[in-house]
């Protein structure tokens, strides 16, 4: 069974860089897509990166495209989400979440999913 646990949010002001990273047991990272998904309140949980089982296909949401970079470590069995650049906008809970072929933006496709981490962007 994979289990999927993130970490690294917290409070940052506007501007400012977190790394968060997701961390697998279980089973090994190697033959699953990555997603990295986000929650703000009273909003539906959206997509804001995904990456490839081996890492060579990458892509990202165009509100976060050039300040997140997601990568992974198979041999660690963690996939990263670096932020940098940071927005009010980006707080939500951001969760990683897994599932076996291609990586999709649909939370609904994926199988196995973290508990969440809060990311609050405020000065």
């Known amino acids: 069974q994979l289990q999927l646990v993130e970490s690294g949010g917290g409070l940052v002001q506007p501007g400012g860089s977190l790394r968060l990273s997701c961390a697998a047991s279980?089973?090994?990272?190697?033959?699953?897509?990555i997603g990295w998904f986000r929650q703000a309140p009273g909003k539906g949980r959206k997509g804001v990166s995904c990456i490839s089982s081996s890492g060579a296909s990458t892509d990202y949401a165009d509100s976060v495209k050039g300040r997140f970079t997601i990568s992974r470590d198979n041999a660690k069995n963690t996939v990263y989400l670096q932020m940098n650049s940071l927005k009010p906008e980006d707080t939500a809970v951001y969760y990683c979440?897994?599932?076996?072929?291609?990586?999709?933006?649909?939370?609904?496709?994926?199988?196995?999913w973290g508990q969440g981490t809060q990311v609050t962007v405020s000065s």
């Open positions: 979440a897994a599932k076996e072929g291609g990586g999709s933006w649909y939370h609904d496709e994926y199988e196995y």
């Open positions: 279980g089973l090994t990272l190697d033959f699953y897509a």
